[in-house]
């Protein structure tokens, strides 16, 4: 009999251990309406890294990605509360649900599928190409053939550089400190182009005139928002408030406000 008791508590516990864990996946699976019944939507960001958020001397909250926050809950009917996250604590916070999404400028990484979903991206900071306002839309990537690029130095635009350069017959890459560098290397004739990355180069040419982006982007890097792979319904709502923004203009408003 005794035997029999601890194979019966066993299984109690493993059938508990099982109600439990089903609750759990349950109460996930429709974290929208949890989020409308709370009336906040719950969203983790690294505050270091403008201009997609930042932390101002009065302890507000700017950027990008607080401004996407703010329109984003707007359109699921509730308020935003953002959670401050060093930026290598994001994914831990988002799975154990301190979080229900994450806005924080993350590029989208398909080896965390299993446990992340990404939303449409709402901005790509690939790699473009700067140059003198003056080259014009005819310009084409043969026209680095024998000329100087300037790049920021172990960047993915000193990688990208280097492998035009195999391709492009006299093609230098010129390495200096910073991307800001490489455009001001642009900008004083030292250098034909700047390979760089979309977000600095977008700064620098608020600042700075003669100066333009061509080509489009070179190499895509695409910026998501993230939610845990099971809250599919949360997951919906955001790419339809997303595509709505894209279609009304709201979210190039909010790009062009900080890009």
């Known amino acids: 009999m005794k035997t029999r008791d601890v194979h019966l508590a066993r299984l109690a516990s493993v059938l508990l251990g099982m109600l439990v864990a089903s609750a759990g996946c349950l109460g996930r699976a429709d974290t929208l309406s949890e989020i409308r019944q709370r009336g906040t939507l719950s969203i983790g960001l690294d505050p270091s890294f403008l201009p997609f958020a930042a932390l101002a001397g009065d302890g507000n909250l700017f950027g990008l990605d607080v401004d996407l926050g703010h329109e984003l809950a707007a359109r699921l009917g509730v308020e935003?509360?953002?959670?401050?996250?060093?930026?290598?604590?994001?994914?831990?916070?988002?799975?154990?649900?301190?979080?229900?999404?994450?806005?924080?400028?993350?590029?989208?990484?398909?080896?965390?599928?299993?446990k992340v979903s990404y939303s449409t991206p709402y901005v790509d900071v690939g790699l473009v190409l700067v140059t003198p306002s003056s080259v014009g839309e005819s310009f084409s990537v043969q026209d680095l053939a024998g000329q100087m690029v300037a790049v920021e130095i172990a960047s993915q635009g000193d990688a990208e550089a280097r492998r035009w350069a195999r391709r492009v017959s006299g093609m230098v890459v010129v390495t200096v400190s910073?991307?800001?560098?490489?455009?001001?290397?642009?900008?004083?004739?030292?250098?034909?182009?700047?390979?760089?990355?979309?977000?600095?180069?977008?700064?620098?040419l608020r600042e700075h005139t003669g100066l333009t982006l061509v080509n489009g982007l070179l190499t895509s890097e695409p910026y998501a928002v993230a939610v845990r792979s099971e809250d599919k319904t949360l997951l919906r709502a955001l790419n339809e408030a997303l595509a709505a923004m894209a279609a009304g203009g709201t979210l190039d408003a909010i790009l062009g406000k900080w890009l």
């Open 80 to 114: 935003p509360h953002f959670v401050l996250i060093t930026y290598d604590g994001l994914y831990h916070a988002l799975e154990v649900g301190q979080v229900d999404v994450l806005i924080s400028a993350l590029v989208v990484e398909p080896g965390r599928s299993k």
């Open 178 to 204: 910073t991307a800001d560098d490489a455009m001001a290397a642009v900008l004083s004739g030292e250098a034909a182009a700047a390979m760089v990355d979309g977000v600095a180069a977008r700064l620098y």
